[in-house]
């Protein structure tokens, strides 16, 4: 039953990660792409709270559920499936942190515009950064999931 309880909490964790960081990622980019400064706000408003209240609540709880379930089944972290899966998890979170600094920023600058148009030019550059990173992340994020479900070599 430990097992189970273990599983399903790592399992739901990593549905409310991916799928948050989805969501929020799609209304950042939707609302940027608009080029609408009151949707611009709201979406960077929102994404800092999400990201506050979900996503880093949730990545904690894959790290702790994950680690507990190695122990657990006594499986080895050298395992090149679980090593790799584990160094793409890190990759995601490497690429997280900085977005997280990007969005605060970029909600900040957006909260003191008047206008679409005050908004500086380098808030469009941290905005690419912004891209460039989920961009990376992402696919790390599917390559976790892969290793976990199929544990290739295993």
């Known amino acids: 039953m430990e097992y189970l309880t273990l599983k399903w909490i790592h399992v739901v964790s990593s549905t409310v990660l991916f799928g948050t960081g989805i969501g929020l990622a799609f209304f950042f980019f939707a609302a940027h792409r608009m080029r609408d400064l009151p949707a611009i706000r709201f979406a960077t408003q929102m994404v800092v709270r999400g990201d506050t209240f979900f996503t880093l609540p949730a990545g904690l709880v894959q790290i702790a559920s994950g680690l507990a379930l190695v122990w ?8 090149p499936w679980l090593m790799g899966a584990l160094c793409l998890f890190a990759f995601a979170g490497a690429c ?24 500086p030019p ?3 550059r941290m905005d690419r950064a912004w891209i460039v990173l989920g961009g990376l992340a992402f696919p790390a994020l599917l390559g976790v999931f892969y290793l976990m479900i199929f544990r290739p070599g295993f």
Do not use: F, G, N, T
């Open 72 to 79: 657990l089944l006594d499986l080895q972290l050298a395992e």
């Open 96 to 119: 997280w942190l900085p977005v997280v600094w990007l969005q605060i920023k970029m909600r900040d600058l957006a909260a003191a515009a008047q206008d679409v148009e005050d908004l």
């Open 122 to 124: 380098h808030y469009w």
